[in-house]
């Protein structure tokens, strides 16, 4: 894990088979930090974002969906300090983020749009004005990107290569940005019936569940349920919860000691079929069971 998942509490989940690889890019300034975060299956992961700064998040690749939404072609996500972050990605993904510091932004954005950062995003959205609007800010902040990487050296408080990187970070972002904010296409009664429906899955991870048991405490209809969580989250609440799951029997088996079993792990996670659970398990994690506990032992 690196340093700023540490610092953001992040915790991970794979969604979708094969081997996880998550790699990182990262230069700092003095008031902002580039991030691009690349990730080769599918994967949940939240956090909280720390005090003090605000986060912009741009996808590249995959289809993310970033702080209970989809990243559409013209929205970023948005998200301020104490604010919780999360990114679900059903495929393999890559996700370019700019960490600001809030009171520089807070500044860049008055000064620019004659606005406050609490006009400037939509629960959670950053809405920009075209398809075209966000490639030139991608582009505009990968080349910028490149040059800190290039001068990582001059990038001390108060050098005229910070300054001028940072201030065409904020330039690029303001004018990107769409003066009016958008509605959310998401039903905002779906997306929070969805947020509710997460935490009811994580709080059972010990356990399969019925959708329609779900549906029933959520009080709402099963299609409602299936739309807003697809809406959301970009998968079915059922392989997320599976997901979930076999994750949590994963690091599970990469502390077991030597008197603790695959199947009694198997179980405790509500896998009551340990063949169906090592085909499954195997798919997902590109080994078996068995070689994961073997490979914790030595």
Not at 106 to 123: I, K, M, Y
Not at 254 to 274: D, K, N, P, Y
């Amino acid at each position: 894990m690196n340093a700023r998942a540490q610092v953001w509490g992040m915790e991970f989940f794979q969604l979708s088979p094969g081997t996880l690889v998550a790699e990182y890019t990262h230069i700092r300034t003095p008031r902002l930090l580039y991030s691009v975060a690349s990730y080769t299956t599918g994967l949940s992961t939240r956090g909280t974002t720390p005090l003090g700064t605000c986060i912009v998040s741009i996808a590249v690749r995959g289809d993310p969906h970033v702080m209970g939404g989809k990243l559409g072609d013209s929205v970023c996500a948005f998200a301020r300090g104490g604010q919780p972050f999360a990114l679900v990605a059903p495929q393999p993904s890559e996700v370019f983020g700019v960490v600001f510091e809030e009171a520089a932004l807070e500044g860049a954005v008055r000064s620019r749009l004659d606005a406050s950062l609490d006009g400037f995003a939509s629960q959670a959205r950053l809405h920009l004005q075209s398809p075209e609007s966000r490639e030139r800010l991608l582009a505009t902040w990968r080349i910028l990107l490149a040059l800190a990487l290039e001068n990582r050296g001059e990038l001390l408080a108060g050098s005229a290569m910070a300054r001028a990187l940072e201030e065409a970070t904020f330039d690029a972002l303001c004018e990107a940005v769409d003066p009016v904010i958008r509605s959310e296409r998401t039903d905002a009664g779906r997306a929070l019936l969805a947020r509710r429906a997460e935490e009811l899955l994580r709080a059972r991870m010990y356990e399969g569940v019925r959708l329609g048991e779900l549906a029933d405490a959520l009080q709402t209809t099963l299609r409602n349920l299936e739309l807003g969580f697809q809406e959301v989250f970009g998968t079915a609440p059922s392989s997320y919860h599976t997901a979930l799951r076999m994750n949590g029997a994963r690091r599970e088996l990469r502390a077991a000691g030597r008197a603790t079993t695959v199947s009694s792990i198997a179980m405790r996670w509500g896998f009551t079929h340990l063949g169906r659970f090592s085909v499954a398990y195997r798919r997902m994690f590109s080994e078996s069971p068995s070689e994961t506990a073997r490979g914790a032992r030595q």
